[in-house]
Every structure is written in structure tokens, then in C-alpha cells.
């Protein structure tokens, strides 16, 4: 059973402080990874689309990393700020001719 | 440019009946991909389309359909529905197919079967 697993489901963190957290996907056969931002009452943003191990992505305070051998792909906010709160989904295409799997996202809360 | 929209915004229909749900890509967008939100099952993938055909297709019954005429646009079609297909249905439209590009989202459908 092919498996996107997120952690944590959900983070509290106090504003103006940096957080990250982790996209765990199946590390054979590696195609893709993307990183959405879900803000409630809008539609899913995409953020970054990862295609090469140790690919590294940043837009403002907002970066990721990728590790297609082990795996797994961190987002990191830096500075967090109330607009950062948000679910961040990522999603594993299988490859090019079939599905995308979405992980169940972690839920950001920031703290004022 | 216009973003990715999608007709109708909401939707309520008893069990049994069909529905179809509109969206329209991004200008220049050729790739049309539809999914399923619910509060249990999370984001579904339903299926891709690009250049009028089906690339890919999630794990759904054979009553979830759809289909992407010349200009891009593109419909899906639920037949018989059943109370589980209350959800919130979202496209979303990229350059190209593949899956392996930025997707851009409409605001969804909501659709409520009673």
C-alpha cells in the first residue's frame, strides 16, 4: 500500500518563530513531490514542486528540501507569521501516468 | 489572467440522482485534474485529463466520470449518487500533464447528497 504520511498532524507555534515539519513518501521510483498551502475558505496554493534529489526550494520565508534516497521532504517557515496558518499538504505522484497521493496534511496554528 | 474556476459553487442533490460539475483551466492550461476532499478520506485524486484524454485515474467506482472538450474546459459526471459523495470537489489546471507541474486550483464545488 503506497503510503504519504505528514508530521505532525498538527503544530501550534508562537509567532515569529521558525518551524518545519516532515512529507515521508515511498523512496523507490521517485517522480515528484509537491507542497501546497491550504488556507481555510481558499483553495490549495501550490508552493513548491521537487523533482530532484537534494533539490532545495524557497519562496520568502518559506523553504523546502527534498531526499528522494531515504525518502522524505522537509518544509521549513522561517519567522512565522499569523498568514502562515494554514494546512500544508504534500502530494506524491506515483509517476507520470498515474495517480497522486495526497497526505492528510499538518495543521499550522501561529500563536500571537 | 483568470484564474481556474468552477461552475457550480454548490450543489445539493438527492441519492440516486447524477450531476455534472464544470471547471475551467487557466488560460493556455492543458491539463485538467479533479479530486475529492472529505473530512475523513482527506484530498482523493479522481483523474487527469490532457488534450481531451484520460491519463490517470484514482481509485474511484465507474460512476465517477469526466471527460475535457477542445478548449481545455472539462466536466465531471457522478451517476447515481450515494450519500458518501457529499464532499467538496476541486480541479485544478496545469500547463501540462504529467503531475510533475504547478497546479493551480479552482474554488471547488460543494456538493450535498441527501
Not at chain 1, 63 to 72: D, V, W
Not at chain 1, 92 to 112: A, S
Amino acid at each position: 500500500i503506497l503510503n504519504v504520511e505528514q508530521s505532525p498532524q498538527s503544530l501550534h507555534v508562537q509567532e515569529g518563530d521558525s518551524t518545519n515539519f516532515t512529507c515521508s513518501f515511498p523512496s523507490s521510483n521517485f517522480y515528484a513531490l509537491h507542497w501546497y498551502r491550504w488556507e481555510t475558505a481558499k483553495s490549495p496554493e501550490a508552493l513548491f514542486v521537487m523533482t530532484l534529489n537534494g533539490d532545495e526550494k524557497k519562496k520568502g520565508r518559506i523553504s523546502a528540501t527534498l531526499n528522494t534516497k531515504e525518502g522524505y521532504s522537509y518544509l521549513y517557515i522561517k519567522g512565522s507569521q499569523p498568514e502562515d496558518s494554514a494546512t500544508y499538504l504534500c502530494a506524491f505522484p506515483m509517476n507520470r501516468d498515474d495517480k497522486i497521493i495526497f497526505g492528510k496534511g499538518t495543521r499550522l496554528h501561529i500563536l500571537p | 489572467k483568470a484564474g481556474v474556476t468552477q461552475t457550480p459553487r454548490y450543489l445539493i442533490k438527492t441519492r440516486g440522482q447524477q450531476v455534472t460539475l464544470s471547471c475551467s483551466p487557466i488560460s493556455g492550461h492543458r491539463s485538467v485534474s479533479w479530486y475529492q476532499q472529505t473530512p475523513g478520506q482527506g484530498l482523493q485524486f479522481l483523474f487527469e485529463y490532457f488534450s481531451e484524454t484520460q491519463r490517470n485515474k484514482g481509485n474511484f467506482p465507474g460512476r465517477f466520470s469526466g471527460r475535457q472538450f477542445s478548449n481545455s474546459r472539462s466536466e465531471m459526471n457522478v451517476s447515481t449518487l450515494e450519500l458518501g459523495d457529499s464532499a467538496l470537489y476541486l480541479c485544478a489546471s496545469s500547463l501540462a500533464g504529467g503531475l510533475a507541474y504547478e497546479q493551480y486550483f479552482g474554488p471547488g464545488t460543494r456538493l450535498t447528497v441527501t
